[in-house]
């Protein structure tokens, strides 16, 4: 479904395709190896004719809509990812769907069996794209700028629609996921107390991003990976880099449902013999289950595809069938100071990395307002105001445990603890 | 500026702005910062000084004393399957008849019976459990032993499970607030009842009669021939509630002084009404509390029976008695929680009331002596206590099936699916096949039933 909805060229039409499964709504559905089809009834008198071809896939509707794909072909697809028997299987496909699909067959055999790529469009996508994101940034400079002027205490004195709007301008100049950092500010500066500083530092980085975006021609290739997770511009799968085989212990997970129903999972693999840390991003529409359920405790033996960036960086599984045994827990757990120093030198790589993972060793929960996670030498983490501190404490009993979390902004966001030698998920 | 700006600086001049406060250049670490505006030197000087301040942080030390860890528990684990069942039950992740809360109960016993332990991760949520549905407490605290007993301590929603150290109970109860106090006493009643029962003499004198009474009402839990020189003194209370309190736990000891003098009252009262109640009568607990359908005179002779030793008659007396007798010795059975009396009681005329107080084998003979299966049969059906042997489980299945009582299945849902063997699965199932589809209540409530059964089963065999 996450999937199928990736396809949407923007929130709306995602929204709109949702609304649009309910099955009386449509006629003469069908889906064989290749093609998904259907009639959906509209606006207009006769019913649109919307034919997908899964093998690419390519849309096709008779609807005037210019967005591609539009609403209709999203939720026929929508509606054929879910599998309930909405859309029955037919050897042969209605004629407006069959002859479409001899259309595309016929084109591309005649541009040859290899659709050659096009170099020439692509460069101009690309430069187009890109002079979008620098109008995009010098207008985010301005706002910056007009901040720092003003003041930070005028600036929380805005109604939330001023970070609502800077946040979609980045978004329009397709730098989502500063956009949502922007956003997010809306309501950390009233829920924080520790709401200046916090503001004062996002302000930082997010002129440190504008300032690299204008001379990302200079910089290395993982600060451009690095800065590129920051605007939110993704790679294509194709292009990401290189590959590292190990036995990678999944040590934490981390599902979120954000405002689209889309669930996110990160997925957190320490490798046994780099001892390098990985994160895995993968995501499914709420309710449904993800594609790749990685589960806590195992280890995946397997070759995974980092991400260019700086450490702990994201990477990708590449093996289809990568050999999964039971782990033994937490195999690198640490006291609180290295686990810092961790942190630091990772954040000199990337002074944008907001969530950094760490592995503690022998750190008691102390409950309290707010609890804590104190190691052996009495240095203390804020564990964060989420965390279902009455499990944690279930879990350990008052005894030193290990405990696998996320770091961010100064508070524990704990993941997993290790109970007997195996792993247990908060 | 001139020299290092410090963060607090930096944060002061961004806090007002730059154009309340001008900034030329500013110094962060070994960098001089001057840009080409204030706003670009005040926002690269952030970009860099927060780096620092990131990087650099170091915790604060905890200088307190982490409070005693929870005690071992020794038993083992339950298996995963019974975790994942418990899981289910306690997140109403299932539909099943009469609700998952009876099914947790059965796992709940199951596990106590067996001695296994709820893996810890389950424990806040038995918890919650046990919060939430007040009569499972008991055993809930059972369940979760030593570690759910540690946690509670923590979360004063959870007090009801936390041990309270014994050195500390008669200060808390010196100090605490009624119902704190009352917790206390419940609590101590399970295990210590003399001591329990001495707290409650130390403060009696200067208690409030509402007190008096409720501390008095825990002595239901634990009761014994102990307890009687207390509630002998408590029936001369000045205040009316705790005598009847007093009186209504009296009831419950055959063995003492008050009954042996209300069988001395009893003799004769066979054949004729009581007379007036005297001083005496009235100092045992004799009201003019009325019957509802008998006269005054009926009326005592009720009470009188009902707390006169079942010891003093002969159960052969039962069908020639009229029927305010009958009504007086069904309320002493029930009192005195006599199985002999309660059986001939329920052959001679059975209810709901007397079959919820027998053995579960008692009460399942007494239904299957009922030829009539109408709604009167589904409210004892519904009352019987389980489990059920596994004989009369299938044959009351199959009867049901055989007589199309479709309402007494009805009326009796919960019981079936809380207290019916789970060897009756497959008449259940056969049942629910030859349904009609639009008999939608009877089918819901037969594959709730089917559900049950199979879950029990389950739970069953994964503690043995």
């Known amino acids: ?426 | 500026m001139s020299g290092a700006t410090t963060w607090d600086d930096l944060l002061g001049t961004a806090l007002v702005g730059t154009t309340r406060r001008a900034v030329d250049q500013l110094t962060i670490g070994t960098e001089t910062i001057h840009a080409d505006s204030a706003e670009a030197t005040v926002l690269a000087a952030a970009a860099l000084a927060s780096g620092y301040r990131r990087a650099g942080w170091t915790p604060p030390t905890w200088r307190g004393t982490p409070a005693p860890p929870a005690g071992p528990d020794g038993r083992p684990e339950c298996t995963p399957a019974a975790t994942q069942l418990l899981e289910l039950l306690l997140n109403r992740g299932i539909r099943v008849e009469g609700g998952p809360e009876l099914l947790a109960v059965q796992w709940l016993n199951l596990a106590k019976n067996a001695g296994r332990r709820p893996p810890y991760r389950l424990i806040v949520d038995l918890l919650r459990f046990g919060t939430v549905n007040a009569a499972t407490r008991a055993l809930v605290r059972d369940v979760v032993g030593p570690r759910g007993v540690w946690l509670a301590q923590h979360n004063p929603s959870w007090s009801w499970a936390a041990a309270v150290p014994p050195q500390d109970v008669v200060e808390r109860f010196a100090t605490g607030t009624r119902v704190e106090r009352l917790g206390l006493l419940t609590d101590l009643r399970a295990t210590e009842p003399d001591f329990a029962r001495t707290l409650i003499e130390d403060t009696w004198a200067d208690e409030q009669a509402a007190t008096r009474a409720r501390f008095l009402d825990t002595l239901h839990a634990g009761l014994s021939a102990n307890d009687e020189p207390f509630l002998e003194r408590a029936l001369d209370d000045r205040a009316a509630t705790v005598r009847a309190v007093a009186a209504t736990l009296l009831d419950r000891l055959p063995g003492s002084a008050r009954a042996r003098r209300m069988a001395e009252r009893a003799k004769n009262l066979l054949t004729e009404l009581p007379d007036e109640p005297d001083q005496e009568a009235r100092r045992d607990g004799i009201t003019d509390h009325r019957e509802p359908g008998y006269g005054r005179a009926a009326s005592w002779l009720i009470q009188i029976l009902a707390a006169t030793p079942l010891s003093t008659w002969d159960t052969g007396q039962i069908p020639k008695a009229e029927r305010e007798v009958i009504i007086g010795w069904t309320k002493a059975a029930l009192r005195q929680r006599n199985q002999e009396w309660l059986t001939a009681l329920a052959r001679h005329q059975p209810s709901p009331e007397l079959v919820a107080a027998l053995n579960p084998r008692a009460a399942t003979d007494i239904l299957d002596q009922q030829k009539k299966l109408d709604a009167r049969f589904g409210g004892l059906l519904a009352a019987a206590p389980g489990p059920w042997p596994a004989k009369f489980s299938v044959e009351i299945v199959n009867r049901l099936r055989a007589h199309k009582a479709n309402n007494v299945l009805q009326l009796a849902a919960t019981a079936l699916a809380e207290h019916l063997d789970p060897q009756a699965l497959a008449a259940v199932e056969a049942w629910l096949l030859t349904v009609a589809p639009d008999e939608k209540a009877t089918r819901r409530v037969l594959r709730g039933i089917a559900h049950a059964l199979t879950i029990r089963a389950t739970i069953k065999q994964e503690f043995t």
């Not at chain 1, 003041?151 to 929380?156: C, E, F, H, I, T």
């Not at chain 1, 500010?185 to 690299?212: C, Q, S």
């Not at chain 1, 405002?259 to 990160?266: A, G, H, K």
């Not at chain 1, 790589?349 to 950094?356: A, E």
């Open chain 1, 1 to 426: 479904m996450a999937q199928v909805l990736a396809h949407a060229p923007d929130t709306s039409s995602a929204k709109a395709a949702r609304g649009l499964t309910n099955p009386r709504t449509w006629s003469d559905l069908g889906s064989n190896d290749s093609l998904v089809w259907g009639k959906c009834q509209g606006s207009a008198r006769a019913p649109y004719q919307v034919t997908v071809d899964l093998t690419e896939p390519a849309f096709r509707c008779t609807c005037p809509s210019r967005k591609l794909p539009c609403k209709h072909s999203l939720a026929l697809l929508v509606m054929w990812a879910t599998n309930d028997g909405a859309v029955a299987d037919i050897e042969a496909a209605e004629p407006f769907a069959a002859d479409w699909a001899a259309q595309r067959a016929g084109r591309k055999a005649a541009a040859g069996t290899d659709r050659a790529p096009d170099p020439e469009g692509q460069a101009r996508r690309l430069a187009e794209r890109e002079s979008l994101m620098s109008a995009g940034m010098d207008d985010f400079e301005r706002w910056l700028h007009d901040i720092v002027r003003q003041g930070l205490a005028s600036a929380r004195r805005q109604p939330p629609s001023f970070w609502d709007a800077a946040g979609a301008r980045l978004v329009d100049a397709q730098l989502s996921g500063l956009g949502a950092r922007v956003r997010a500010m809306g309501g950390d500066i009233h829920a924080r107390d520790d709401w200046a500083p916090h503001l004062l530092g996002e302000l930082g980085r997010w002129y440190l991003a504008v300032r690299a975006w204008r001379r990302r021609d200079d910089i290395d290739d993982a600060t451009m990976g690095d800065l590129r997770t920051v605007l939110g511009w993704p790679r294509r799968r194709d292009d990401i880099g290189d590959r590292v085989a190990d036995r990678w212990w999944v040590v934490g997970l981390s599902q979120q449902e954000d405002d689209n129903s889309l669930l996110s999972q990160r997925t957190w693999l320490h490798g046994e013999r780099t001892g390098e840390t990985v994160m895995l991003l993968d995501f499914a529409a709420a309710g449904q289950a993800l594609k790749v359920a990685h589960v806590l405790g195992s280890i995946v033996a397997g070759e995974v595809a980092r991400y260019p960036g700086g450490g702990p960086r994201r990477a990708l599984l590449t093996d289809e069938e990568p050999k999964i045994t039971q782990g033994a827990g937490l195999p690198h757990a640490t006291d609180v100071s290295p686990a810092l120093d961790q942190a630091a030198h990772w954040l000199a790589g990337n002074p944008w990395l907001r969530r950094i993972p760490m592995a503690l060793g022998d750190v008691t929960v102390i409950p309290g307002d707010p609890p804590l996670l104190v190691d052996r030498h009495g240095a203390a983490l804020t564990l964060a105001p989420e965390t279902d501190i009455w499990q944690l404490l279930a879990l350990a009993g008052g005894h030193p445990v290990r405990v696998f979390g996320e770091w961010v902004d100064e508070r524990l966001h704990p993941l997993s603890v290790e109970i007997d030698d195996r792993l247990v998920s908060l």
